[in-house]
């Protein structure tokens, strides 16, 4: 089948990129700009600083072949997908349920026949949404000791607690990063109420929280041949 490679970009984010000189794939992955800031089993995330002012952006990339890609996955699917492909359609999933999910700013995968060499994605928590992790790093210094940790581990366990649950309702995910699923809007302040609930019929947790910011802004747009991707219905570009 041979080398295909293909490159989602959001519309209103098409500008931002190209200012930048991401315009292909092969850019995001030789993007020079970049800080490496973490780095979990086969994904690295790396920190770019415009040379203008603006919001900094993160870029994860997956780097080797087919990882945390198991079979079950393509048989679900039934077609050959990206690591970020997939993770963009498991946060569109999410959204549409009431989770707060970042909306998927850019992602690139490269595929040889059935094995993936690697990919790429950028999310708007990437760019400008306070990760729920550093949320709490920050209430750290703002509460007591021991209310911190009972409100940090009533937050965990509550997530955990949900996402298990999404997974009964068709949610599938090898390696589940609670902190990309669950980002306030706005950080929460030590006097406001935590934005969970008992979930009524079994007692267990579920997340209350309002809508994300930008809902409803469209997708597509880029220079390069446009299709309609099968798992998220949304625009693609393919560069081959």
Same mark, same amino acid.
């Given at each position: 089948?041979? &080398?295909?490679?293909?490159? =989602? ?6 500008? =931002?990129?190209?200012?930048? @000189? ?12 970049? %800080?490496?800031?973490?780095e979990v089993r086969d994904r690295i !995330? +790396?920190?770019?600083? #415009?040379?203008? %002012? ?44 009431? =989770?707060?999910? #970042? ?11 059935w094995s993936e060499v690697n990919s +790429?994605? /950028?999310?708007?928590?990437? /760019?400008?949404?306070?990760? +729920? ?20 581990? !009533? ?5 955990? *607690? ?7 309702? @068709? ?6 990063? &609670?902190?990309?699923?669950? !980002? #306030?809007? %706005?950080?929460?302040?030590?006097? *406001? ?7 009524? #019929?079994?007692? *267990? @947790? ?14 597509? @747009?880029? /220079?390069?041949?446009?299709?309609l991707c099968p798992a998220t219905q ?7």
């Amino acid at each position: 089948m041979g &080398l295909h490679e293909e490159i =989602f970009l959001r519309a209103d984010y098409e500008e =931002f990129f190209r200012s930048l @000189g991401l315009l292909n794939y092969d850019s995001f992955l030789t993007f020079e700009r970049g %800080e490496e800031v973490s780095e979990v089993r086969d994904r690295i !995330v +790396f920190r770019f600083r #415009p040379e203008a %002012e603006g919001d900094a952006f993160f870029l994860k990339i997956y780097r080797q072949p087919g990882a945390n890609r198991p079979l079950s996955q393509c048989l679900q699917i039934q077609r050959p997908m990206t690591l970020a492909k997939l993770e963009a359609w498991n946060l569109q999933w999410l959204e549409e349920r009431g =989770f707060i999910a #970042p909306k998927v700013l850019a992602w690139g995968g490269r595929m040889n026949g059935w094995s993936e060499v690697n990919s +790429f994605l /950028v999310t708007e928590e990437m /760019v400008g949404f306070e990760p +729920f992790d550093e949320w709490l790093v920050r209430s750290k210094s703002e509460l007591p000791g021991k209310e911190f940790q009972r409100i940090k581990r !009533v937050m965990i366990d509550r997530c955990a *607690e949900a996402l298990a649950d999404l997974h009964g309702q @068709g949610f599938h995910h090898p390696f589940p990063y &609670l902190r990309h699923f669950f !980002v #306030p809007v %706005e950080p929460l302040t030590p006097s *406001e109420p935590l934005p969970l609930t008992p979930s009524p #019929p079994c007692g *267990e @947790g579920e997340l209350t929280i309002p809508p994300p910011r930008n809902a409803g802004r469209g997708l597509g @747009g880029g /220079v390069l041949k446009e299709t309609l991707c099968p798992a998220t219905q949304r625009h693609s570009i393919t560069d081959r």
